[in-house]
T-cell receptor, first 119, second 115 residues
Framework: GAVVSQHPSWVICKSGTSVKIECRSL??????MFWYRQFPKQSLMLMAT?????????EQGVEKDKFLINHASLTLSTLTVTSAHPEDSSFYIC???????????????FGPGTRLTVL | KNQVEQSPQSLIILEGKNCTLQ??????????LRWYKQDTGRGPVSLTI?????NTKSNGRYTATLDADTKQSSLHITASQLSDSASYIC??????????????FGAGTRLAVHP
């Protein structure tokens, strides 16, 4: 099946530093990847949609200069949290959609998530 | 407004018992409805995906139903196991022009299975 990995699985950083999270589709090509944020006991909130070779589309209220997204290849997208602050502490999850879609479902496959803690 | 509402918010059952989780949605245009299982600290894992023409779909002990007329779905778990303890998220995909789909997430039902 389609597998999506994330690295690192957890990270602790000091306030003011930048953190990069990688999202990889391991056995398929993904023209579109999505980044979500999830706070405790809440559901996933879409942050941005990342298309290979083009600029990401950010959801309303998400600062594009703070959450830098790069989708340089069909198997890799990165999210960089710049100048992280404690309120950025959250669970970040990526998902990837098969290039060309999967039948009529346009299914997204989710990564295992990255737990970010900013001290 | 596109919304997905799930009930109950949380549920505790004894191992071996059955349970049913509910999902009501007001999403248009509708593409498909998905149920995901999310273990604590992990990403969501797909259980079932149904289009409007599919009324029921099973995946092992999980059976999802969809009534596109009333815009309701349910997830039935049979003979629950301790490993079923997780959050179950109902997600509706809304289709837009150009093949772009937007996922609308429910808040999830937190299921705890006790021995």
């Amino acid at each position: 099946g389609a597998v999506v990995s994330q690295h690192p699985s957890w990270v602790i950083c000091k306030s003011g530093t930048s953190v990069k999270i990688e999202c990889r589709s391991l056995d398929f090509q993904a023209t579109t990847m999505f980044w979500y944020r999830q706070f405790p006991k809440q559901s996933l909130m879409l942050m941005a949609t990342s298309n290979e070779g083009s600029k990401a589309t950010y959801e309303q209220g998400v600062e594009k200069d703070k959450f830098l997204i790069n989708h340089a290849s069909l198997t890799l997208s990165t999210l960089t949290v710049t100048s992280a602050h404690p309120e950025d502490s959250s669970f970040y999850i990526c998902s990837a959609r098969l290039a060309g879609g999967l039948s009529s479902y346009n299914e997204q496959f989710f990564g295992p998530g990255t737990r970010l803690t900013v001290l | 407004k596109n919304q997905v509402e799930q009930s109950p918010q949380s549920l505790i059952i004894l191992e071996g018992k059955n349970c049913t989780l509910q999902c009501n949605y007001t999403v248009s245009p509708f593409s498909n409805l998905r149920w995901y299982k999310q273990d604590t600290g992990r990403g969501p894992v797909s259980l079932t995906i149904m289009t409007f023409s599919e009324n029921t779909k099973s995946n092992g002990r999980y059976t999802a139903t969809l009534d596109a007329d009333t815009k309701q779905s349910s997830l039935h778990i049979t003979a629950s196991q301790l490993s079923d303890s997780a959050s179950y998220i109902c997600v509706v995909s809304s289709a837009f022009s150009g093949g772009y789909n937007k996922l609308i997430f429910g808040a999830g039902t937190r299921l705890a299975v006790h021995p």
